[in-house]
């Protein structure tokens, strides 16, 4: 049998350590260890993007990571986004304005994917949208709010102080 | 749990991996970026026992130029990307990057874990082949070089022993006259590609062509380079025609693709020659426009 690690990580700021199999998944921690299940799991391959989350500031597959790969570092889930429970963060405002959503499965690694990809290119095109989220399976939407809400996204961030 | 249970290793250092692998051979895997590895454990279709996470060793993700454009294993493909010693030295490799997967995937999939797994439908082992890199392979005996030729030696194989590590990938810097082009068709960007080339095109004093290489992914076993088409081209005065011949030449005599979920091998022999012919005259045009604009 597998021995088990202890692995310390910094999640949304709140710090954890635990015991974990090697085999344990990182997306599989994060939902069922610490408990914050908005981090989705759709195919548990890379795939569909549900489960992306940031790694030390970048978007990554938690599904295909192990958690004690994360020992030591710092994730940011989608529970992390918002400063406190009363308000949203700009993009989760952009999603529920443009009806970003319908059943929203594949919203959390959206957000996430777009977080980090917003900073970088804050003022993008529409095709530009389209690639960066080429990354993320919807199965509600047709896209077409997603990217209207990329886009309108863009806009708050740029007009925020 | 998905993945079988296995034992996990993280060494600090490339002399404790090495002790690893000296110990258990193939019964230990690398694990580099893992964006293969742990989803073909995610279907147990892979269960190795032991696993060496590479991740810790810093010394294997420098990327130094001498001569040569050096690259350690373990840099990522996003860094890799963004680096602006790869676009203005290796600009085909600059070029391929953003082919593999998607952005999530490249801040964590390596240089050498892509060349180390071999996949046929990958980008990287093209673009090393097409480059004539160089791996370094590393054991607790020493290191050697393998030239890229050697190194890929079939279906998702390589010339690495059971006890060695790839360390580095080097890159031959640009040449004079020369002009790289990478162009692959997927259904998605993003996706494995149904057919793809990397095309390195150096002409002579007279403008001639003095070498062509063409490497195509997903139509074989490994990255497959076409010598004949190649050979059309040598000593040729560059020309649509020629390449078109070369096109023809490449996907009807060079390649016998088996077909994939996407593409009927009919329609990858077709892909291949149109892509052939553009990405010969788009490294044709690169090299006119650096002799105008140096
Ligand atoms: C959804 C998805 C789409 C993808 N699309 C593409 C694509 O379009 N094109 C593409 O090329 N790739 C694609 N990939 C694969 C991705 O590029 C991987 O990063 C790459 O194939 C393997 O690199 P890695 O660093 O993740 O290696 P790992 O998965 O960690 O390792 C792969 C193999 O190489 C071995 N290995 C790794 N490093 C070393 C080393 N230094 N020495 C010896 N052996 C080593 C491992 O033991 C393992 O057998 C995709 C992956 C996903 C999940
Ligand atoms: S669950 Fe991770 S990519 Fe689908
Ligand atoms: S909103 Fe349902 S999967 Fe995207």
Redesign the pocket.
């Known amino acids: 049998m597998s021995q088990t690690h202890s692995i310390q990580v910094r999640i949304n700021g709140t710090p954890y350590a635990h015991e974990v199999e090697p085999r344990l998944l990182l997306a599989d921690y994060i939902r069922q260890v610490v408990g914050l299940s908005g981090t989705h799991i759709g195919c548990e391959?890379?795939?569909c993007g549900a489960c992306t989350i940031l790694l030390d500031g970048q978007a990554v597959?938690s599904c295909?990571m192990l958690a004690v790969q994360a020992d030591g570092h710092e994730l940011t889930t989608v529970e992390g986004l918002a400063q406190d429970e009363k308000s949203l963060h700009p993009i989760q405002e952009a999603f529920w304005e443009a009806h970003g959503l319908q059943c929203g499965f594949c919203t959390p690694g959206i957000l996430m994917t777009l977080v980090p990809y917003l900073e970088e290119n804050p003022n993008p095109t529409e095709t530009e949208v389209r690639d960066a989220i080429s990354?993320n399976l919807c199965r509600c939407t047709g896209y077409q709010h997603i990217v209207d809400a990329a886009l309108l996204a863009a806009e708050k961030l740029q007009s925020k102080p | 749990m998905k993945p079988a249970p296995f034992n996990y290793f993280a060494p600090a250092s490339l002399e404790e991996a090495l002790a690893l692998k000296a110990q258990h051979g193939e019964e230990a895997?690398?694990?580099?970026?893992?964006?293969?590895?742990?989803?073909?454990m995610n279907f147990r279709v892979?269960q190795?026992a032991i696993l060496v996470d590479?991740n810790r060793i810093a010394s294997?993700r420098d990327i130094r130029k001498n001569g040569a454009l050096t690259i350690g294993?373990?840099t990522?493909?996003s860094t890799a990307e963004k680096n602006p010693l790869v676009a203005e030295h290796v600009p085909l490799l600059h070029e391929a990057l953003p082919?593999?997967?998607?952005p999530q995937?490249?801040n964590?999939?390596?240089?050498?874990?892509?060349?180390?797994?071999?996949?046929p439908?990958?980008?990287?082992?093209v673009v090393c082949l097409a480059l004539r890199t160089r791996m370094q392979?590393q054991s607790q005996s020493g290191e050697r070089w393998i030239e890229a030729q050697e190194f890929f030696s079939g279906l998702?194989s390589?010339a690495?022993a059971a006890d060695?590590?790839?360390?580095a990938v080097e890159f031959p810097l640009v040449e004079e006259r020369t002009g790289y082009a990478f162009l692959e068709v997927?259904r998605r960007h993003?996706?494995?590609?149904m057919a793809g080339l990397a095309a390195v095109l150096s002409l002579d004093e007279n403008g001639l062509c003095r070498q062509a290489r063409l490497v195509y992914l997903n139509v074989g076993d490994g990255p497959l380079e076409a010598t004949q088409a190649a050979a059309s081209l040598q000593g040729q005065k560059p020309s649509a025609k020629a390449f078109q011949d070369a096109g023809k030449i490449a996907s009807q005599e060079d390649m016998q693709p088996f077909g994939n979920l996407h593409a009927s091998p009919q329609y990858q022999q077709h892909l291949s020659a149109v892509l052939t012919q553009r990405a010969l005259q788009l490294a044709l045009n690169r090299i006119t426009q650096k002799a105008t604009h140096p």
């Open positions: 391959h890379g795939v597959r295909i990354g | 895997k690398a694990l580099a970026g893992g964006q293969s590895l742990i989803p073909a892979a190795p590479l294997l294993a373990m990522t493909q082919n593999i997967a998607h995937i490249r964590r999939g390596t240089i050498g874990g892509s060349v180390a797994h071999a996949d439908a990958a980008e990287l082992p392979a998702f390589t690495l060695e590590l790839l360390t997927a993003g996706d494995y590609a």
